[in-house]
C-alpha cells in the first residue's frame, strides 16, 4: 500500500450503516469521515474501497468506543462484503483490532467493503458510538461512527454576499451539531427577496461562490445546516448581492485651471474609492502631486494637481502599468483592461521662452524663441516687447515665424553700432506670448561681438614734464586691446620715433582708460606726436591721426616791466603792482602763477603763495600782465604799512617739465602825509625889516621848484604868505632837491612869533608825492632849546620889549624842573610844584639857570618885534658886579652888549651870538649901583 495519503488520492470513501430501531441521524468530521453516508435498519456498515495490496501489505482496522457511550466490542461483527471474497479479514473482539490481509490472488487489489454490524448503543438522542483508526504503512486516519440523532442544526448566522467579478460570495458563520454531526449546508436562492428560492446547491463549507449569473441582476440568498440523521436546521437571514464583472471606466477628464484637472471614473454599481492612489495614473505630459477623490453615486471624481503647469496644450491621463482601480465587485481597472486614456486640452501654462541670441553683424541680432505647448503667437510680437542692455532697437522681423511655431529666429535690427562686446536681449510690456494667452516678460539672452563704435579719443596729449622728457596721454572711452599694433604713436620734429602697446601702460582695466607713456628725447626743441591707431579688442581704431606739437624746453618764463620798479617811493599803500610775464618757447602757465608780498622780516606778511584764481585781486591778463591790485583784496581790500615791500612772484611755463623762474623786488610805501615839526624864527639870518622862519618837517621835502613853494600865517586877523627862499638850503648847507628844513621869508615882513601862526603850506610834498594838509595850525617859536637832566641849563628869552612873559609860558612842561635868576647878587628861584615862587615872569636881557630831573626842549614865542618896525630900546636891570644876562632880540647884527653909559664889563665867555644864549658879565663903576642894559641905540626900520 502506498499511506494513508494515497487513500485521498484515489477518491477513498466510507460507508457507515446505521440501523437504529425508531431514530436515525448524521454528522459531518473535518477528520477524513466518508464522503457518503447510507442510512440502513439494524445495521452500520463501513466502506472502504481501493486499497492499494500490490506489495502484500495488510491494512489494520482499530476500533475504540468513545469516551460519552458504552458500546461492547464483543458484540460487534466484522464480515466481508467482498463480493468475491478477495482478502483475508481478521476481527479480535478484545482489542477492536480488524486486520485484513491480501488475497492470495496478487491480481486482486481491491478491498470494496468491510461491514460492521451488532453494535448495541445504550442512552437516546446525540450518542456516539465508535472511534475507528484506519492504519496502513504505518500512517493513521480516524473517524467517528454510530450514533442515534433526532435534532436538526441551528441557524446559521452572519451570512454575507458580496460580487466577485461576476459571481457572488456567500459567507456565513459555521454550526455545530451534537448528535450525528453537521453534513451540509444547503443554499437557496430567489430573484426577489420575497419570490420563490430554489436550492442551487449543498456545501460543506461556510462559504459558496454562485457563478453563471446575469450581469447587473440582482440575487437574493438564505442558507440552512444539514445533519447526518438528516436534520434540517432553520433558513438564515436573507441576504442580496448582484453580478458584476465589468471593471470601472476611465471615463473623461475636464480642466479646472492650468495645474488642475478633474477626471471621471464610472463603474456599475460602485469604485472602491480605497484603492486609488497618484501612482495608479500616468500622464503624457507633466507630475501628478496630489489627487483628491470625491465619490458620486457609483462614480468618482479624482481631481489631479500638477507639480507644475505644462507646457502642452493637451495632456493625456491613462492607467499607469503598475497601477490597480477595483470597484466593489473586485473588477480591476488596470492598463490591460482599460479601453483607452482621456484627454483634457488648453493646458498649456508655461510661457514661451527666449531661449538665446546670437549676433549676425553689427547691427543684427537673430534671437530664438520657443513654445513647445500651444505654439507662438506671432501676430502679438513687436519691438516693444524687447529692450537691450545698449543700443536701440529699429525694427524686428518675425517673416520667418508663423503662429503656432514652435520655434523659429526673430531678428533684431539695432538703429546703430553699440559700443559694448555684449549686449543682452530682455522681454519687456508683455513680452513673447503663446496661442495659450501665456505671456513671457521676463527672459533675457545675451550675445557677444556686437561692439561695432570705435573707441573715442578724450585726450591725446603729448607735453614736456621733465627735463627733455615728453609724456604722452591717450584717454579713451573704452579699454584698447592687448595686441601689439592696437596702439601705434609716432614722433617727429627734433627727433623721430614710433611707440606702440608695449610702451604704454595703464593703471587699470577700468574706467577712465588711461594710458601713459614717456618718450626720452636728448633734443630740446619742437615734437609733433601724432596718433595713428587706437583699436579696441573689437578692432574699431578711434584714431584720427590726432595730434600735439610739444616744445621741448628747460628755461623757465622771463620777468619786464615791473611796477612799481626797484626801490620806488609810491604813496599810495594799496598800490597796484603790475609785471609782465612771458615765455620764449612755450607759454607761460596761468595757473603756476603765485605772489607772496612782504616785508624784510615777513616775506609772506600780505600775500602767501597766493595764486591767479585765489581772487579779483590777482590777474593774468591775455597781453601777459600780472595785475596784483591790493584794493580788490577781500572785502575791504589789503592795505600795506609804510615800509619796503618785497615782492615775490613764481610762474612756470605750460611744458609738462613746469619749468619755473622767479622774481624778486621791493619797492617803498609811504603813505603818510608830511607833517611840521617846529616853526623857528631864525635870528641869524632875519633882519629888522625880513624875519626868516625855519620850518623842519618829520620828513624829507621835495624841493626842486622851491618857486612853487609857500606858507600863509595868520595873527587871526591878517593872513600873510611867505614863499620859500629861492635856494633851498639842506640842514649841510648846500642845494638840495629834498630836504626837512625849508625858510621862509619875505622883504619888509616881520614875524612876531608870539602872534602869528602858520596856518596852510603850499606846493609842500615829500618824495612820495603826499602833500602836507595841516590839521591845526603851526606855532612859530622864537627858539627851540634842550634842556638837560646831566647838567645846569643856561637860558635866556629874546623879548624885544619891556614886556615880560610868564615863566609857565616859557616853559610849558611835564616836567619837574627849578629856574633860577640871579638878580642884584642873589639867587631866586622858581619851582611850581614845591611852591617856590620867588619870581614868576621871564624878561628879555636877563639870563635863567634851569635844572631838570629829565631831558625836554623849550620851544617858547615871545614877542620878537618891534612895534612900528623899529627897535624900541627895551632895558633889563642890572647891577654892580657880575650879572647873568641874555641875548634881546633875534635879528643879525644886533648880537652885540649895549651897556649903561660911564660902565665897564668883563665878559669872560664872549659875545652873545644867538637867542636863549647867556653869559655872565661883571659890571663895575654902574651909577648908584644899577644900571639899564638894552639895545642902546634906535634903527629904523
Known sequence: MKGIKNIAKIATFLMIMIAVTGMAAGTVNDAGHPEDIEIGQGSVSQNITELDFANNETAEINITPLADNSVDLSSISVTSQNTSNDGDLTYDTGTGNITIAPSSNTNVSQLNHVKISGMNTSGAGHSTGLKY????????????????????????????????????????????????????????????????????????????????????????????????????????????????????????????DSQNISVLITDNFNTTEATISKEDFILNAGTIDSITKTESGSNTTIKITLTSEVDTDTIDININESGSIEDSANNVLDDSTVSTAVSVSG??????????????????????????????????????????????????????????????????NLESKVDADTITVSLQNDGINDSAGNSNTSGSATTNNMDGVAPTIKEFKAANTEAQNISITLNVSEELGGETNDINVTITGAENAEMDNNNFSTEDSSAPYVYTATYESSTDGDYTV??????????????????????????????????????????????????????????????????????????????????????????????????????????????????????????????????ENIKEWSFEVDSTEPSVEHATIESSKSSISMTVVEVTFDEEIVTSSPGDISMNISNGETQKEIPANDNIIGPTGTTTTTSKVIEFNKSNVQINSNDYEIVEFNGISDEAGNNIELNENVEINTFRRGMSADQLNYVSFPIASDKTTPVEDVMDTSS????????????????????????????????????????????????TTYEGGNVAPATANVYEGWNLIGYYEEYDGYSGY??????????????????????????????????????GFSIQG
Not at 442544526?153 to 451534537?178: E, H, K, M, R
Not at 457563478?211 to 441582476?217: C, N, P, Q, R, V
Not at 572785502?635 to 617739465?657: H, K, P, W
Open 133 to 256: 483508526t484506519v492504519t496502513q504503512n504505518n500512517e493513521a486516519e480516524s473517524s467517528d461512527f454510530g450514533f442515534v440523532d433526532t435534532i436538526a442544526p441551528p441557524q446559521p448566522t452572519g451570512i454575507t454576499a458580496s460580487p466577485s467579478q461576476g459571481d457572488i460570495n456567500l459567507n456565513w458563520n459555521g454550526v455545530s451539531d451534537g448528535g450525528s454531526g453537521l453534513k451540509e449546508y444547503n443554499v437557496y436562492r430567489a430573484e426577489t427577496e420575497t419570490g420563490s428560492y430554489t436550492e442551487i446547491t449543498d456545501s460543506s463549507d461556510t462559504q459558496e461562490t454562485d457563478s453563471g449569473l446575469t450581469e447587473g441582476k440582482y440575487y437574493y440568498y438564505k442558507v440552512s445546516a444539514v445533519d447526518y440523521a438528516g436534520n434540517e436546521g432553520p433558513n438564515s437571514t436573507v441576504v442580496s448581492s448582484y453580478s458584476d464583472s465589468t471593471p470601472p471606466s476611465l471615463h473623461s477628464a475636464s480642466k479646472i
Open 530 to 659: 601724432t596718433l595713428n591707431t587706437a583699436k579696441d579688442s573689437a578692432g574699431n581704431d578711434g584714431a584720427d591721426s590726432q595730434s600735439n606739437t610739444v616744445t621741448v624746453d628747460s628755461t623757465g618764463p622771463t620777468f619786464s616791466n615791473k611796477y612799481p620798479t626797484q626801490g620806488t617811493l609810491v604813496n599810495d599803500n594799496q598800490q597796484m603792482i603790475t609785471v609782465d610775464i612771458s615765455d620764449v618757447t612755450s607759454e607761460v602757465d596761468k595757473g603756476s602763477i603765485y605772489v607772496d608780498l612782504g616785508n624784510n622780516d615777513n616775506p609772506t606778511k600780505y600775500l602767501d603763495r597766493n595764486k591767479t584764481y585765489a581772487g579779483d585781486h590777482i590777474n593774468f591778463t591775455e597781453s601777459g600782465t600780472l595785475e596784483i591790485d591790493p584794493s580788490k583784496y577781500g572785502n575791504d581790500g589789503l592795505e600795506f604799512d609804510d615800509e619796503i615791500v618785497n615782492v615775490t612772484v613764481r610762474a612756470q611755463d605750460n611744458t609738462d617739465s613746469k619749468n
Open 898 to 935: 649895549e651897556i649903561p653909559s660911564g660902565s665897564t664889563f668883563i665878559s669872560p665867555h664872549g659875545e652873545l651870538n644867538s637867542p636863549s644864549e647867556v653869559r655872565w658879565v661883571s659890571f663895575t663903576e654902574l651909577s648908584d649901583g644899577v644900571g639899564n642894559y638894552n639895545s
Open 816 to 863: 619837574e624842573y627849578t629856574m633860577w635868576k640871579y638878580e642884584n647878587g642873589e639867587w631866586k628861584a622858581y619851582n611850581k610844584s614845591n611852591g617856590i615862587e620867588e619870581f614868576n615872569n621871564v624878561e628879555g636881557g636877563l639870563g635863567y639857570v634851569v635844572k631838570t630831573s629829565e631831558d625836554f626842549t623849550i620851544s617858547p614865542s615871545v614877542e
Open 347 to 412: 493646458m498649456d501654462g508655461v510661457a514661451p521662452t527666449l531661449d538665446n541670441a546670437k549676433s549676425v553683424d553689427k547691427t543684427t541680432i537673430n534671437v530664438t524663441v520657443s513654445d513647445s505647448g500651444t505654439g507662438l503667437n506671432i501676430s502679438k510680437i513687436s519691438k516693444n516687447d524687447f529692450s537691450l542692455s545698449t543700443g536701440s532697437i529699429s525694427t524686428i522681423d518675425t517673416n520667418n515665424l508663423n503662429d503656432g511655431d514652435e520655434s523659429g529666429n526673430i531678428t533684431i
